[in-house]
């Protein structure tokens, strides 16, 4: 048996365990930083930190808590909260009271909140601050289960005369009767943990769903100890790296960088503010980082909006870097594919170096200095953004996942990575392709099934453990695997022609600095079309020297000189496409699209049937006359 099998086989029974194994090997070493505001939000954030010890004393705390209010083993407890660390300190504690996590996103509506709370009959909602609050309390009546509610951050919270007595609480209440719980009763929590099984459920994860109503998966504590081992095995994470963490922990793929952390035992750095990443970054220094592309796009838009508006010959630079990152990162993969080694011609390693000090040197100091790696997932990452990152040294390691995989089931083995993949399975992964191209998978990280659901699971989730991802894909003779698109969200034109609208989108993002999503249609029709929203800041610095300063964003984007700009990049995407691929018209849309509208899921994946029924309009008017052609 090799030392990877030894390790993923010799896995403890539930994550709570792993807790535990952690805190005993490395007691005083920092686990988490986390931000602390100034007062009245003047000047930069102060950052203090968590030892392992100073973390479980937290979390024993809240386990035991929970305890006091009656969780019992598996009951399930919501957590609605962004990302912060008291997310990860009661998701622990959730765990180790023997109880199931239910994630909701705190962008989520009261509606949908109360479905999920409802659907997964929990007892205790974790809520963040007074706006959770009030989404329970609004539907209070439907949630007979739910028992109390814990409030994080209880600052603007108000006494409500029809709540049940003790029904809210904050976690520092949670916390304090917790602890005096336990010098009464010192082996309460370690009883708990040690009567977990691998088979019981750890979490309750809805998927975001880009159509219906999402499904409740069912995520046992083995597929979470697996998914660290096999983390660990990857040896792409080690023990003295520093993760910066500002992924929704809601999301699966959050979820599981917590997870993983454990085993390894790094340092990771907590704020899931978005609107401070680039504030955090050269604080944190991270050495690692997870993200989805649409933060690696913007990224790029937004160096090369400002190569822009430095003038002309500042922007010829940077396209001209540009294309040497991209040609660059290309040979040294191509060559190491081959060979082994990444050496590059002398002529074109010349130019890297140049480009180097003009560009790329600026584009690292950005995300710190230190950034050793990215792991990308969630969605595909164009292949034109990963190489041009790959070029300036921001190494960008695509994964694959999915909620019922418990998020990593691929992902790019470092050095040997391959922009355009997903990588390698994790060890303890198995894949095969289906005659219809679907991935089919089978691991420990495979959700155990849909809550309530049986004939939905049936569906996806063969007896023998396969699961049907719904994804198309190819494996090459060596074993990566590349994502073509969604099963179902394959077009076929009326003339037959089957198109991955995906796989063109994706291309169009890597042309256009200025586009923040677009939607290609063609299904049933003769020829495709595109709706497209643009990126405001990027857009609006264009409009700003081309006569448009001070037109709002929708002016902008209505204007002809805008639509002749975005038809020259549509014209200049077409060329690269086989004749039933291209763009015959496209409309741009008067605002960006967004979680609030329903139009991306949290983790910023498009909703197409949602889309497309919100600009029914537009798309017809596209096809209005239409031909074949």
Not at 450 to 478: C, K, M, N
Request: aromatic content about 8%; overall charge negative.
């Amino acid at each position: 048996m090799t030392e990877t099998q030894t390790l993923i086989e010799n896995r403890p029974p539930s994550v709570a365990s792993l807790f535990l194994e952690r805190v005993a090997a490395t007691p005083d070493a920092e686990a988490y930083r986390h931000p602390v505001p100034a007062p009245s939000g003047q000047g930069p954030d102060d950052w203090a930190s968590l030892t392992w010890r100073k973390a479980a004393d937290r979390v024993f705390a809240a386990a035991a808590g929970l305890i006091t209010l009656g969780v019992q083993p598996e009951q399930r407890v919501a957590l609605a909260s962004s990302t912060r660390v008291e997310w990860i300190l009661a998701d622990l504690g959730i765990m180790c009271a023997g109880a199931a996590t239910t994630p909701v996103y705190p962008s989520t509506n009261a509606e949908e909140s109360a479905y999920m709370l409802a659907d997964s009959e929990s007892r205790v909602l974790v809520a963040e601050d007074a706006a959770q609050l009030a989404k329970a309390r609004r539907h209070r009546a439907e949630l007979p289960a739910l028992a109390h509610v814990v409030v994080i951050d209880d600052t603007e919270v108000t006494a409500d005369e029809d709540d049940p007595e003790d029904w809210v609480l904050t976690l520092a209440e949670l916390e304090r009767r917790g602890a005096e719980y336990l010098k009464a009763h010192p082996d309460a929590v370690t009883d708990r943990i040690a009567a977990l099984r691998p088979e019981q459920l750890a979490t309750l994860i809805y998927t975001s769903g880009t159509t219906g109503r999402p499904k409740g998966v069912r995520l046992r504590h083995d597929a979470w100890s697996y998914m660290s081992r096999a983390i660990e095995a990857t040896q792409l994470v080690h023990p003295d790296d520093v993760q910066y963490l500002w992924l929704p922990l809601a999301h699966v793929f959050g979820k599981v960088l917590t997870t993983g952390q454990i085993s390894v035992g790094h340092v990771t750095a907590v704020d899931g503010r978005v609107d401070k990443i680039i504030e955090n970054l050269p604080v944190v220094r991270p050495t690692y980082m997870a993200a989805v592309p649409r933060i690696f796009e913007k990224v790029y838009n937004g160096v090369a909006a400002k190569a822009r508006a430095g003038g002309g010959a500042q922007y010829k630079i940077f396209r001209w870097a540009a294309d040497t990152a991209r040609e660059y990162a290309k040979v040294q993969q191509d060559n190491f594919r081959r060979t082994g080694s990444k050496a590059v011609p002398f002529g074109l390693a010349a130019r890297h170096r140049i480009a180097d000090a003009l560009v790329y040197t600026k584009i690292r100091a950005a995300f710190g200095g230190r950034l050793r790696a990215c792991i990308s997932g969630a969605s595909a990452l164009a292949p034109d953004i990963g190489y041009f990152f790959a070029g300036a040294g921001i190494h960008i390691l695509e994964g694959y996942g999915l909620t019922e995989t418990s998020a990593a089931s691929f992902v790019n083995p470092g050095e040997a990575y391959r922009t355009g993949t997903v990588g390698k399975p994790l060890p303890g992964t198995e894949v095969r392709i289906a005659d219809d191209g679907e991935i089919l998978l089978r691991s420990p990280g495979v959700m155990e099934a849909y809550h309530g659901q049986p004939e939905r699971t049936a569906e996806v989730l063969e007896p023998d453990g396969w699961f049907h991802t719904g994804d198309i894909g190819e494996l090459s003779p060596d074993g990566y695997l590349r994502i073509t698109d969604r099963k179902k969200d394959l077009i076929k034109t009326s003339g037959g022609k089957y198109i991955a609208p995906a796989e063109i989108e994706g291309r169009f993002k890597a042309v256009c600095p200025f586009v923040s999503n677009i939607l290609v249609h063609g299904a049933d029709r003769n020829y495709c079309t595109a709706l497209i929203a643009l990126d405001e800041p990027a857009i609006l610095g264009w409009a700003k020297e081309h006569g448009l300063d001070g037109r709002p964003y929708a002016e902008v984007v209505a204007a002809k000189e805008t639509e002749e700009l975005v038809d020259s990049y549509v014209r200049r995407l077409n060329e690269g496409l086989q004749r039933w691929q291209t763009i015959k018209k496209f409309r741009l849309l008067p605002r960006d699209l967004d979680v609030e509208h329903g139009e991306l899921t949290p983790s910023l994946k498009l909703k197409r049937p949602v889309v497309e029924r919100a600009y029914k309009n537009l798309i017809e008017e596209m096809y209005e006359g239409a031909r074949e052609q």
